[in-house]
């Protein structure tokens, strides 16, 4: 073993016999205290801990424990609810709740987007936590409001010879606007079925006869105005 020769003053030295002698007398009872040469070697080499270190110790401690708590949510029923109705707005909230935290618990900028990530992939809207937890309902109330939808464009299809272009299709966007405020259609459907529902009924040529009770108890064509 390589042997290291250094030379000391008197007052160093018995400082250093002064440390060790308050080992010694600290060694618990039942334990052999440690020689002098031993103390020595582990006090030139021990290497404390500095403030850095410990802080971010402290940092990934908490990050893990906020992530396993995010991540675990489902599990017991619970999840990561958020209001707002735009992918935007809701992205800047992912960010907004990261930065509180980071501020509130002193960690280092680096997880803000780490937990900005975090949000943004467990994180749903209010509609997703309540179809979660009414599934059965909501499917049952949104087949309600398509079938209203339905019958409402065979009523207005049956009524074309009472109703002209602009109510009639009026119904029909009217109805559609609703459904798509309530979520049921998204808007690339509803310009869709709004489009069907004009080439179908908007668009027939106006010399078409159809034949109603009039025609059937009179005799005479009644055609659409």
């Not at 080992?23 to 403030?51: H, N």
């Not at 992939?121 to 949104?142: C, F, L, P, S, W």
């Amino acid at each position: 073993m390589p042997q290291i020769s250094i030379s000391v003053s008197p007052d160093a030295h018995q400082n250093l016999l002064s440390s060790f002698q308050q080992a010694v007398d600290t060694t618990p009872s039942g334990a052999l205290p440690p020689s002098f040469d031993d103390w020595l070697l582990a006090r030139i080499t021990y290497t404390p801990k500095t403030e850095i270190s410990i802080s971010e110790s402290n940092d990934i401690y908490s990050f893990n424990a906020i992530e396993r708590m995010v991540t675990r949510l489902h599990k017991h029923g619970y999840g990561l609810a958020c209001y707002p109705k735009t992918a935007v707005k809701a992205e800047m909230s992912a960010a907004l709740l990261a930065s509180a935290i980071v501020q509130d618990l002193k960690l280092s900028n680096s997880y803000v987007k780490r937990l900005q990530d975090l949000f943004d992939h467990y994180q749903k809207d209010a509609k997703e936590i309540a179809d979660a937890a009414q599934v059965g309902m909501t499917n049952r109330a949104y087949g309600a409001i398509s079938e209203a939808f339905s019958q409402l464009i065979a009523r207005t299809e049956k009524a074309e010879d009472n109703l002209n272009e602009e109510r009639a299709l009026g119904r029909v966007e009217g109805g559609i606007a609703i459904l798509v405020s309530l979520e049921v259609m998204t808007r690339a459907t509803a310009s869709k079925k709004a489009a069907e529902f004009k080439a179908k009924f908007l668009t027939q040529e106006k010399s078409t006869s159809k034949e109603t009770w009039v025609n059937k108890v009179f005799g005479a064509t009644n055609k659409r105005k």
